[in-house]
């Protein structure tokens, strides 16, 4: 806006102008006060349900049968997704790329989503106990938070999909390939790709939380592909580093420059500490390197930024 005024584009009383027409929409969508005192009522509710539970659970818990166990973990479940479809403004409310629901609803929607995928994964490691496999609770809670995203898109959501698909994707690989296989990380990096690809085609409800999730994802998968000391751990941190900073080239998320030189210092820091006996000297010319970088990359962006000059 300064920008404008300074470049005679328009006046200063346009720009107070603007800035007030700005202030008061904002103002008008802002909501009011009695519903943002019910969203911190219903919150404070679900917050006591939840220790209720809890402590139910510690008090009790070993005198019910499994079957029993598995029931009232399954009616929580139940009832957690009901209230959320309910909260999302009934059934013409989900499955919806973006939801019609207030923000405060879609929120405490979220939330009962993820509180049903946490008691599936309950339910399912129940009823499995020592008899069946480690990696279908997890899984279990994964189809309920993909389910969960599909019925409400949210934040929330997002971030249940990734911890149970991360928790699966551990479980699964660790049960079917051995100790030492580099699957595991070779599948969480793959995972980590599609949170990227999801979040390039704008497909999830937040675009830069999908960047960051893989990215996430996906450097803890390039941390794993080997145990012990190997070239592949900072070699795939430092690409996946670098497609980040080229993503952002194309697509303007801040998390991406950041997660992307983020990854790229992990890796070098990686192979400056593993592979190198340079001591302070190494770590120095590092040090005076980045400095260097960081400030070519101020004063490119600082001319970038001045103002140009009217004709």
Same mark, same amino acid.
């Given at each position: 806006?300064?920008?404008?005024?300074?470049?005679g584009?328009?006046?200063?009383?346009? /720009? #107070?102008?603007?800035?007030?027409?700005?202030?008061e929409?904002?103002?008008?969508?802002?909501?009011p006060?009695?519903?943002?005192?019910?969203?911190i009522?219903?919150?404070?509710?679900?917050?006591?349900?939840?220790a +209720?539970?809890?402590?139910?659970?510690d008090? *009790?818990?070993?005198?019910?049968?499994?079957t029993?166990?598995v029931?009232?973990?399954?009616?929580?479940?139940?009832?957690?997704?009901?209230?959320?479809? @309910?909260? *999302?403004?009934?059934?013409?409310?989900?499955?919806?790329?973006?939801?019609?629901?207030?923000?405060?609803?879609?929120?405490?929607?979220? @939330?009962?989503?993820?509180?049903?995928? +946490?008691?599936?994964?309950? *339910?399912?490691?129940?009823?499995?106990? #020592?008899?069946?496999?480690?990696?279908?609770?997890?899984?279990?809670?994964?189809? @309920?938070?993909v389910?969960?995203?599909?019925?409400?898109?949210?934040?929330?959501g997002?971030?249940?999909?990734?911890?149970f698909? !991360?928790?699966?994707? !551990?479980?699964?690989?660790?049960?079917?390939?051995?100790?030492?296989?580099?699957?595991? +990380?070779?599948?969480l990096m793959?995972?980590? *790709?599609?949170?990227?690809? &999801?979040?390039?085609?704008?497909?999830?409800?937040?675009?830069?939380?999908?960047?960051l999730?893989g990215g996430?994802?996906?450097?803890?998968?390039?941390?794993?592909?080997? &145990?012990?000391e190997?070239?592949?751990?900072p070699?795939? #941190?430092?690409?996946?580093?670098v497609?980040?900073?080229?993503?952002?080239?194309?697509r303007?998320?801040?998390?991406?420059?950041?997660?992307?030189a983020?990854a790229?210092?992990?890796?070098?820091?990686?192979?400056?500490?593993?592979?190198?006996a340079?001591?302070p000297?190494?770590?120095?010319?590092?040090?005076?390197?980045?400095?260097?970088?960081?400030?070519?990359g101020?004063?490119?962006?600082? #001319?970038?930024?001045?103002? /140009?000059?009217?004709?």
């Amino acid at each position: 806006m300064e920008r404008l005024v300074a470049s005679g584009v328009i006046s200063a009383e346009q /720009r #107070t102008a603007i800035v007030r027409t700005i202030d008061e929409q904002e103002r008008a969508r802002r909501a009011p006060a009695g519903r943002v005192i019910a969203e911190i009522v219903a919150y404070l509710g679900a917050g006591l349900v939840a220790a +209720g539970l809890v402590l139910f659970l510690d008090r *009790a818990w070993v005198e019910i049968a499994r079957t029993g166990r598995v029931v009232l973990l399954m009616v929580v479940a139940g009832c957690a997704i009901g209230g959320a479809v @309910v909260l *999302a403004d009934g059934w013409r409310g989900v499955f919806r790329r973006v939801p019609i629901a207030s923000p405060g609803r879609v929120r405490l929607a979220a @939330v009962l989503l993820a509180l049903a995928a +946490g008691a599936v994964t309950g *339910a399912v490691a129940t009823a499995f106990d #020592t008899r069946g496999p480690d990696w279908a609770a997890p899984i279990a809670g994964l189809l @309920v938070a993909v389910l969960g995203y599909l019925l409400v898109p949210s934040l929330l959501g997002m971030v249940a999909v990734a911890v149970f698909g !991360v928790a699966g994707i !551990v479980e699964l690989t660790s049960g079917v390939f051995a100790a030492r296989s580099p699957w595991q +990380g070779i599948a969480l990096m793959v995972f980590g *790709a599609g949170w990227f690809a &999801l979040a390039s085609a704008r497909l999830v409800v937040v675009d830069w939380a999908g960047y960051l999730l893989g990215g996430i994802v996906a450097v803890i998968g390039a941390q794993s592909v080997t &145990l012990g000391e190997s070239w592949w751990r900072p070699m795939l #941190t430092g690409l996946i580093g670098v497609l980040c900073l080229v993503l952002y080239l194309w697509r303007r998320e801040a998390v991406l420059v950041l997660g992307g030189a983020s990854a790229v210092a992990i890796a070098v820091g990686q192979v400056v500490a593993d592979y190198t006996a340079g001591g302070p000297a190494v770590a120095s010319a590092v040090l005076g390197v980045g400095a260097v970088v960081l400030t070519v990359g101020v004063l490119v962006l600082n #001319t970038r930024s001045q103002p /140009r000059p009217p004709d």
